[in-house]
Structure formats: structure tokens, C-alpha cells
């Protein structure tokens, strides 16, 4: 958490950049159990949570379903929130990629992402050496995490599911979808063979994160 933190906007308090972080994290979240992650009052929760709304960087969802416990109102972070999480460099990328296929066209556009994932490929397997598809699924989320996606893994029953909160990439991705496919290649080839992956949530689909389902 830290190490991402570090790379939010300095424009915000230090309290107002944990409460971002806290429901980039956990969208949708309500203010009940943004306090308890935090281990803040409710009140100063709450307060927080109004600043970030009026400042446009988070939005409300209400609940349709009527459950015990579980709050009316849970919040998610807006387009103008994500601003505050690292997007390297995205305004040069995004003319770059427009100007690669201007002058070479889709083909020369494929060409430059497959040299990209090669190299990608050897950093990865560098880093994610391990004797299990576990260990190598654990060393590939930790490197995700330090790359700035916020990824966490999660169990559920005997899957597993690579959770990435954001997306350091995102405004390449949108012009240019062939990225995602091709992290999805990468994956592939760290984990091997005898797995499947399947992405569940997609941001660019309007989901609030990307979530692998990660099959043995």
C-alpha cells in the first residue's frame, strides 16, 4: 500500500489520499467499512468521504437490494479520481501509438506490441522464477503490484484470482485494446500450459477492476 501511495497526487491531504486508496481498493465500498479499513470514526470517515464527492473524485452507488448489514450507499472512484493513480505517461503514449499507426498502419502497430511483449517476457520469467505454478503466480502479482496495477491475490475454492485495482496503462489500452491481449498472452506463458485464465472483470468495460480467474 505504501509503494502505491507514494505515487498519488500531492495535492491531496495525507487522510484524503488513504481514503482514495482505501476505495480504489474496495469499490464499491460504503463508509461504515471504509472506517473500520482504516480504523478511523465513523464521522471522520464520513467527512472525508464528502470532501472526495464534492471534489468530483469518487461517486455514490445505491443498493437495489435490501441487505441486512449492508449499507444503501457504497462509493467507487470516478475517471477524474483514477487521474490521482499513476498512468505513465499517458498523453505521450497515446500520440505515439497514433502516430505508429499512421505511418506503418495496423500491422506495424502489431509488430511494435509483439516486440514489446518478447522483451516484457524475459523481465517477467526473470523475475518469476519458482518451482510451482503457485510460487510463479505469487512472484507475477507481486511484480504486477510494483509496476503500479495494485494487485492482490484472492482465494476462491480451488481457483485463484489475480486482482488488479488499477491500470498504469489505461489510456493506451483504450485506444489500443491489442495491450490487454497481449498481457493476457504473458500470463499465459509465465503460468504455463496446465492453467486457464479467464478475465472476469474488465476496467475498460466498466468494471471498477481487472479479475483473472486463475484455473488449475
Excluded at 498519488?8 to 471504509?34: E, R, W, Y
Excluded at 470517515?45 to 464534492?54: E, I, W
Excluded at 489505461?170 to 485506444?175: E, G, I, L, T
Amino acid at each position: 500500500m505504501n509503494n502505491t501511495s507514494k505515487n498519488l497526487d500531492n495535492g491531496l491531504s495525507s487522510a484524503l489520499h488513504k481514503v482514495l486508496f482505501c476505495i480504489k481498493k474496495n469499490a464499491p465500498i460504503g463508509t461504515t467499512s471504509i472506517a473500520e479499513h482504516l480504523s478511523m470514526s465513523g464521522e471522520a470517515a464520513r467527512q472525508h468521504v464528502q470532501k472526495l464527492f464534492k471534489m468530483g473524485l469518487i461517486d455514490g452507488e445505491k443498493n437495489d437490494e435490501i441487505q441486512v448489514g449492508r449499507p444503501k450507499q457504497q462509493w467507487i472512484i470516478t475517471q477524474e479520481g483514477n487521474r490521482y493513480f499513476p498512468d505513465s505517461h499517458a498523453q505521450l503514449t497515446i500520440q505515439l501509438i497514433d502516430s505508429v499507426k499512421e505511418v506503418f498502419g495496423e500491422e506495424g502497430l502489431s509488430k511494435l506490441i509483439n516486440e514489446r511483449e518478447h522483451k516484457v517476457l524475459q523481465q517477467y520469467e526473470n523475475y518469476c522464477r519458482a518451482d510451482t505454478v503457485v510460487g510463479r503466480l505469487k512472484k507475477l502479482t507481486e511484480m504486477r503490484f510494483n509496476e503500479g496495477y495494485m494487485a492482490h491475490l484472492e482465494k476462491d475454492g480451488d481457483d485463484y484470482l489475480l486482482i488488479e485495482e488499477h491500470c498504469p496503462i489505461c489510456s493506451a489500452a483504450k485506444v489500443c485494446q491489442k495491450f490487454c491481449r497481449s498481457e493476457l498472452q504473458l500470463f499465459q506463458s509465465i503460468l504455463g500450459k496446465d492453467v486457464s485464465i479467464q478475465r472476469e472483470q474488465y476496467l475498460l468495460e466498466a468494471g471498477q477492476r481487472c479479475v483473472y480467474r486463475i484455473k488449475f
